[in-house]
């Protein structure tokens, strides 16, 4: 059984940094973070898979990066350039359910999810 949990969300003013952090236990065929605006669905931000090919949703291409520390077994999202229409809850998300995954974004590749952390960008 894979548990997730997210740290890392605050409060920054636009054009700052924060990295978020997920802490894992077991494993995964694909890891990834989403987040979900006030009133909006839960979308794909970024995700590592079974290969350890990044893959990203456009908008943060080139201003986040995902990363693993496989001995800590933890999850990273540097998030750089932060704007206003990031601000969101942040969730890491584990895929369990396939023994391979492969530069997805979708929510139907991950099964399992933290609790969230949230992230507030001010103009």
């Known amino acids: 059984q894979v548990q997730l949990v997210e740290s890392g969300g605050g409060s920054v003013q636009a054009g700052g940094s924060l990295r978020l952090s997920c802490a894992a236990s077991?494993?995964?065929?694909?890891m990834g973070w989403f987040r979900q605006a006030p009133g909006k669905e839960r979308e794909g931000v970024a995700a590592?898979?079974?290969?350890?090919?990044?893959t990203y949703e456009e908008s943060v291409k080139g201003r986040f990066t995902i990363s693993q520390d496989i001995a800590k077994n933890r999850l990273y999202l540097q998030m750089n350039s932060l704007k206003p229409e990031d601000t969101a809850v942040y969730f890491c998300?584990?895929?369990?359910?396939?023994?391979?995954?492969?530069?997805?974004?979708?929510?139907?590749?991950?099964?399992?999810w933290g609790q969230g952390t949230r992230v507030t960008v001010s103009s």
């Open positions: 998300a584990a895929g369990t359910l396939y023994a391979y995954c492969s530069h997805s974004l979708n929510r139907d590749d991950f099964d399992v």
């Open positions: 590592i898979d079974t290969f350890r090919a990044r």
């Open positions: 077991g494993s995964a065929s694909c």
